[in-house]
């Protein structure tokens, strides 16, 4: 096999793969193993990861570095937990860790977090292969909050990718996060893939354990989008997801925010971050005054 000719098939393979071979991979097309050290050396293969290859300029992208750890991880390789959680659009945080389940034996690198797995259903999901959106929300619940599985499976029924009786059969005795999922399942509230912050999370459970009628949420009115909007009282909450850490310029929209929303006939109330974390039963006995007030007037 000429060198050029080899050279191109490499290409070929590696455009499949966002970039990223391995050695076994251009060894099978009958390069031997000098030529491949020449190509390494050469810097026309460029070392990732353990047997694992960039072809040629090896550009950063989060896609190529996914690329890379499956084919670590070998054949029948796919993502899973929480990376295929953030692939499928379950959460919105991309994990700093990218986590791979194989049927084979391979240990984790930094970086890189390998699950051991006999059976790895795959999907297929922007190119790359992907543990099934059940058996991710079912991995996802092994690690992750109650409140997080909630949106997850919020997320997962505005995308329309949910079959809950799938998820459903992947919960049993002795099966990890079972637990986790079965309750999140139980407690499933589709107006959750609407919350854009953890606070927002918050005030949505404060209303469902204090029994406040579950709002609307992030509902355009008056021409602005507002946090929680119960519109037969014509009640708005918005919470502050910024903390401590406002700026002048996020303090004045919030005022105008208000006073316009006021002008219109609402009632508006604002809660920060450091209310919603810690005087839930406060915040929930006022929003309630607040609506019987509204009804009653």
């Known amino acids: 096999m000429r060198k050029q000719n080899a050279r191109d098939r490499v290409g070929e393979i590696a455009s499949r793969q966002k970039g990223k071979v391995t050695w076994a991979q251009v060894a099978s097309l009958g390069v031997d193993d000098a030529i491949i050290s020449r190509w390494v050396k050469q810097g026309y293969l460029r070392r990732v990861l353990p047997r694992v290859y960039a072809v040629g300029h090896d550009a950063p992208s989060v896609e190529g570095d996914l690329a890379a750890a499956l084919l670590y991880a070998g054949p029948g390789a796919t993502l899973s937990h929480g990376t295929a959680a953030w692939l499928w659009g379950l959460i919105d945080n991309r994990p700093s860790v990218i986590h791979v389940s194989t049927p084979r034996r391979c240990r984790s690198l930094r970086g890189i977090k390998v699950h051991q797995r006999r059976d790895c259903k795959r999907a297929w999901h922007e190119g790359l292969p992907v543990t099934t959106v059940a058996q991710t929300l079912a991995d996802f619940a092994a690690a992750a909050s109650l409140r997080m599985v909630r949106v997850a499976l919020a997320n997962a029924e505005y995308r329309e990718l949910l079959d809950a009786a799938e998820v459903r059969a992947l919960i049993g005795r002795g099966r990890t996060g079972s637990t986790n999922l079965g309750k999140a399942l139980e407690r499933h509230e589709p107006q959750l893939a609407h919350a854009r912050s953890p606070t927002e999370e ?96």
């Open 202 to 297: 918050i005030f949505f459970e404060i209303c469902e354990e204090h029994g406040v009628p579950l709002p609307e949420v992030n509902a355009r009115i008056a021409g602005w989008t507002v946090d929680f909007f119960w519109r037969d009282e014509g009640v708005v909450v918005e919470v502050d997801p910024y903390g401590n850490h406002h700026t002048p310029a996020q303090v004045d929209r919030d005022r105008r925010k208000d006073l316009a929303l006021r002008s219109t006939g609402l009632v508006v109330h604002r809660y920060s971050r450091a209310q919603v974390e810690h005087a839930r039963d406060e915040i929930a006995a006022d929003v309630t005054a607040a609506l019987t007030q509204r009804r009653s007037a």
